[in-house]
């Protein structure tokens, strides 16, 4: 089952931006847009915009872990495991007529009907939009660290409160001890 979402940038009104088919939760797709920025795209957030926004010719079937080109090999395993997947755009798209479909762009007028997970990429950080709970969401700095947890929790993502996130323990708990406030982390699904 996929979790619907879109990559954008902001726009004058809001913003505009690309479909995402698979994997829109929040506890997956922001360290993968972290890392991507902070490792792949060293620290672009215009080269990432155009990449993931503007080089799409349909929409995002999956982001994969072409994403994390650059990345320490252990926050690569951490957030994908040892698997390993290029991003896939959609491609042979039909409409229900037969004719091709062409490009929807994703603004803040047509979005809350498509997508339940919108992430702009703004100059300061990723605005987290929990569409069926609010309109706008909290911006995750781009300095955040891609290990932190993040909730994937609707209703937690509302504007104006901080951003639903526990940092990583610093080092591992020991066997004997495990720490429940800190659960494992859940690798990046790959469909």
Not at 10 to 22: D, K, L, N, S
Not at 152 to 179: E, F, I, K, M, V
Request: aromatic letters at 8%; glycine letters at 6%.
């Amino acid at each position: 089952m996929s979790t619907r979402s879109f990559v954008a940038r902001p726009t004058e009104t809001g913003y505009a931006g690309i479909y995402v088919h698979f994997d829109g939760y929040p506890s997956s797709r922001l360290p993968l847009l972290l890392a991507a920025y902070q490792y792949r795209f060293n620290r672009d957030v215009e080269a990432m915009s155009v990449h993931l926004i503007d080089e799409v010719t349909i929409a995002w079937d999956e982001l994969g872990t072409d994403l994390l080109d650059g990345a320490p090999k252990s926050l690569a395993t951490q957030l994908a495991g040892r698997e390993r997947w290029p991003s896939r755009q959609m491609e042979n798209v039909v409409n229900a007529d037969g004719s091709p479909a062409e490009r929807e762009v994703i603004t803040e007028a047509n979005s809350r009907s498509l997508v339940e997970w919108g992430y702009v990429l703004r100059p300061e950080g990723i605005e987290v939009i929990s569409l069926t709970e609010a309109t706008r969401g909290p911006v995750i700095d781009w300095n955040t660290d891609p290990h932190t947890r993040f909730s994937d929790h609707l209703s937690l993502w509302l504007p104006g409160q901080p951003a639903p996130a526990t940092r990583p323990p610093r080092s591992a708990p020991s066997p004997a001890a495990p720490s429940p406030a800190s659960p494992a982390a859940r690798p990046a699904t790959h469909r």
